[in-house]
Nanobody, 123 residues
């Protein structure tokens, strides 16, 4: 079992930066693929980035490549999403997710989710 708690969301102007953090409980944190997904009201949850158990092989959705960076610290049970050059279209609720024996952009493959943190980018 893994419990996830996100933090770091907020209101920022276009072109600005935010760093999302996700704290996880559970002694087997390092055995999980971790990811960030986002969801707008009335829309399906969509993939943003995932990172492998070792911290390598990050994958990003095309719209955030070169602007967002996912990272993890297995010693601290933390996963991060550094978001730079933010755009108004990045406005969403961002969710941290964990999945065991998973390597997928499909949110339905992930068993554990945080409560979400709102990111709002003003133009």
């Amino acid at each position: 079992q893994v419990q996830l708690v996100e933090s770091g969301g907020g209101l920022v102007q276009a072109g600005g930066s935010l760093r999302l953090s996700c704290a996880a409980s559970g002694s087997t944190f390092s055995s999980y693929t971790l990811g960030w997904f986002r969801q707008a009201p009335g829309k399906e949850r969509e993939f943003v980035a995932i990172i492998a158990r070792s911290g390598g092989n990050p994958l990003y959705t095309d719209s955030v490549k070169g602007r967002f960076t996912i990272s993890r610290d297995n010693a601290k049970n933390m996963v991060y999403l550094q978001m730079n050059t933010l755009k108004p279209e990045d406005t969403d609720v961002y969710y941290c997710a964990a999945g065991r024996y998973v390597w997928s952009k499909d949110p339905r493959q992930y068993n554990y989710w945080g409560q979400g943190t709102q990111v709002t980018v003003s133009s």
